[in-house]
């Protein structure tokens, strides 16, 4: 099945850094959210964003809307321990109701201490 | 408020097999999603349901079916069962107005021998 292009595919950054991660699709989406999945749990829902242009915060947590809709970008300042876990981008689709979400293929972040 | 929750937690079943997984919605939520994660990838959108009935389908084959109950669980049924239908199967619930916002189950780990 489809997946969207997520970079970079993991990290390795100290406690403290600044983390950026984008995420990419050849198609255009009405809304893009970002997720953060811990090892044995579900997704958690981080940021949503509707609109393109769209810049979001949430705590440390800043994501945007790509203009052509068909990109987004998380952004986490300062980063802690708990931090670590695998990030997915996800766009959603509604067309007559029927809605479609798309993951991407996650972005992987570990703290070195 | 109560969480998605599912069950069971872990399974184990034979090639050929048939499975039942479960879901309950977070309170309130009308819209159940399901999902398919295989190890290292992102969640693939098996089918949504919503006020009972199939909302919009992924790329899955027909053996893979579901129900939804009027007090909104869920069920992802699994005929005839594949050594790569092996994943964990995630759960998500949403109000079918909040578009993409998908709250998620801790998911069912299925393996398939």
């Known amino acids: 099945g489809q997946q969207l292009n997520q970079s970079p595919q993991s990290m390795f950054i100290q406690e403290g850094e600044d983390v950026s991660m984008n995420c990419t699709s050849s198609?255009?989406?009405?809304?893009w959210l970002w997720y953060k999945q811990d090892p044995g749990e579900g997704p958690v829902l981080l940021i949503a964003l509707y609109k393109a242009g769209e810049l979001t915060s949430n705590g440390r947590l800043t994501a945007q809307f790509g203009i052509t809709r068909k990109d987004s970008f998380l952004n986490i300042s300062a980063s802690i321990p708990s931090d670590v876990g695998i990030y997915f981008c996800a766009g959603l689709i509604s067309n007559f109701g029927n809605e479609k979400l798309t993951f991407g293929t996650g972005t992987r972040l570990t703290i070195i201490p | 408020e109560t969480g998605v929750t599912q069950s069971p937690t872990h399974l184990i079943k034979t090639r050929g097999q048939q499975v039942t997984l479960r879901c309950s919605s977070q309170s309130g939520h009308n819209t159940v999603s399901w999902y398919q994660q295989a190890l290292g990838q992102g969640p693939q959108f098996i089918f949504q349901y919503y006020r009972e009935e199939e909302n919009g389908r992924g790329n899955f084959p027909p053996r893979f079916s579901g129900l939804q109950f009027p007090n909104y669980s869920s069920e992802l049924n699994v005929n005839a069962l594949e050594l790569d239908d092996s994943a964990l199967y995630l759960c998500?619930?949403?109000?079918?107005?909040?578009?993409?916002?998908?709250?998620f189950g801790p998911g069912t780990r299925l393996t398939v021998t």
């Open positions: 998500a619930s949403s109000l079918k107005q909040a578009l993409g916002e998908q709250y």
């Open positions: 198609s255009i989406f009405n809304t």
